[in-house]
């Protein structure tokens, strides 16, 4: 079964750092791009970040620039996202999901973990 | 990136049909065939329902259909069942960046 569980979030202080984990299985995780999305609370989704297969290429939402990095291991199956100097309007559930990269599309999605950044 | 635009909320009795638009430009929705749809259900991860305008996964109903004109895709959804009460978002591939995705601000949809 394919499956991605996220982990790693919690309430952390403005300007505090936060690392997120996403352990996928069922799938040759190395194959495949992925990708976080966010909603805050009682908002839409919004797309935060991706990275190809390889590691090698990574993309960013100017909302998260220069203040996120995306990374993977895929000799351990795990996307990652470090998340610096946070914000209050970071606050959100985090989603990983796979990308079907020949038809930019979020396939199989994790159930997220929460962000709460407030002092 | 600035947001597609759905409408807030939609709604339809059983057995009825409904569409959701989602609006964009042509940097997004009318530049590229890679626009998709997700339901969401209260408190639950987005589910994937149809991508590359019209196409659906393995084990979506065919009730969900999709469609696009210009900068403005739909989704259409035919026979309404209740368990179709959800939010929906669209989302699309846009050029306005190296390489991103753009949602809409989602819809909610009532089942009378």
């Known amino acids: 079964e394919v499956q991605l569980l996220e982990s790693g979030g919690g309430l952390v202080q403005p300007g505090g750092s936060l690392r997120l984990s996403c352990a996928a299985s069922g799938f040759t995780f190395s194959s495949y791009a992925m990708s976080w999305v966010r909603q805050a609370p009682g908002k839409g989704l919004e797309w935060v970040s991706a990275i190809s297969g390889s590691g090698g290429s990574t993309y960013y939402a100017d909302s998260v620039k220069g203040r996120f990095t995306i990374s993977r291991d895929n000799s351990k199956n795990t996307l990652y996202l470090q998340m610096n100097s946070l914000r209050a309007e970071d606050t959100a559930v985090y989603y990983c999901?796979?990308?079907?990269?020949?038809?930019?599309?979020?396939?199989?999605w994790g159930q997220g973990t929460m962000v709460t950044v407030s002092s | 990136q600035s947001a597609l635009t759905q409408p807030a909320s939609v709604s339809g009795s059983p057995g009825q049909s409904i569409t959701i638009s989602c609006t964009g430009t042509?940097?997004?929705?009318?530049?590229?065939?890679?626009v998709s749809w997700y339901q969401q259900h209260p408190g639950k991860a987005p589910k994937l329902m149809i991508y590359e305008v019209s196409n659906r996964p393995s084990g979506v109903s065919n009730r969900f259909s999709g469609s696009k004109s210009g900068n403005t895709a739909s989704l259409t959804i035919s026979g309404l069942q209740a368990e179709d009460e959800a939010d929906y978002y669209c989302?699309?591939?846009?050029?306005?960046?190296?390489?991103?995705?753009?949602f809409g601000g989602g819809t909610k949809l009532t089942v009378l």
């Open positions: 999901a796979t990308i079907m990269i020949t038809s930019y599309t979020f396939d199989i």
């Open positions: 042509s940097s997004d929705v009318g530049g590229y065939n890679y």
């Open positions: 989302s699309s591939y846009t050029s306005s960046s190296t390489l991103a995705w753009v």
